[in-house]
């Protein structure tokens, strides 16, 4: 019954919810990652990271958007080790950001989010002690306030503009929450009282609908072999 439910609301939607694309932290070469314009499916994206760390050497990846974007990052998930002897650190050319506790907010509006204005962060995480763990999911994502008039963006309540693929996603993409909402109901509130998760989008994306055309497949043409016995033969 979830399922179903869930397929109902992704119809609604318009088949427009976008699952982020995922990015490992600290486990490639590259240190730069580049992040599109708001016209692009990829101007959004997920940082993940979960490593004990075997050493104290710190990693960094720096994101790079277009020169007319910011950059919003949300932090969903953080568990650092404790007494501050892991930092993550989040800068650009004007602002920066020190975080050493563990966070884990329950929903959406409980990240902690940080809006860069300049087109180029760093992202640094650093350990003191030598095999202790760490733990995020941040979310990244390329806003701009001067191309708002493109059919591929959705404009957020504070002027700024987002790839409409990424509204009622279940992540903060706009900074003020305003891309989690329709007709003035949360969205993720809506998706967890019908059951609704990233992983049930997966499956409807991937399962059900081709398991729903199959079926219809298999009815229509037990229909018309029956009718080819009726009237045809």
């Known amino acids: 019954m979830k399922i179903a439910l869930s397929l109902l609301l992704l119809i609604s939607l318009g088949g427009k919810v976008l699952l982020l694309k995922k990015y490992a932290f600290c486990e490639t070469e590259k240190d730069v990652l580049q992040v599109k314009g708001v016209d692009s499916n990829e101007?959004?994206?997920?940082?993940?990271?979960?490593?004990?760390?075997?050493?104290?050497e710190p990693c960094d990846l720096t994101l790079t958007a277009p020169e007319?974007?910011?950059i919003?990052?949300?932090?969903?998930?953080?568990v650092l080790s404790k007494y501050c002897?892991?930092?993550?650190?989040?800068?650009?050319?004007?602002s920066s950001v020190y975080l050493c506790q563990s966070y884990y907010p329950r929903y959406t509006m409980e990240s902690n989010t940080f809006l860069f204005q300049d087109p180029n962060i760093?992202?640094?995480?650093?350990?003191?002690?030598v095999g202790a763990t760490a733990f995020f999911n941040i979310v990244f994502t390329a806003v701009t306030n001067a191309?708002?008039?493109s059919s591929t963006t959705y404009q957020c309540?504070?002027?700024f503009c987002i790839n409409k693929k990424f509204s009622c996603d279940t992540h903060n993409n706009c900074f003020d929450y305003s891309d989690e909402f329709r007709n003035g109901t949360w969205c993720e509130k809506i998706q967890k009282e019908m059951g609704l998760s990233r992983d049930h989008l997966i499956i409807i994306s991937f399962i059900v609908i081709p398991l729903f055309v199959l079926i219809v497949f298999f009815l229509a043409s037990f229909c018309w072999k029956k009718y080819r016995r009726q009237y045809l033969m």
């Open 157 to 159: 309540t504070n002027g």
């Open 122 to 129: 760093t992202i640094k995480l650093t350990q003191s002690q």
């Open 43 to 56: 101007s959004a994206g997920m940082l993940t990271f979960f490593w004990k760390y075997r050493n104290t």
């Open 147 to 149: 191309s708002c008039n």
């Open 85 to 94: 002897t892991g930092i993550l650190q989040i800068s650009s050319n004007s």
């Open 72 to 78: 919003v990052i949300s932090i969903e998930d953080l």
């Open 68 to 70: 007319d974007h910011m």
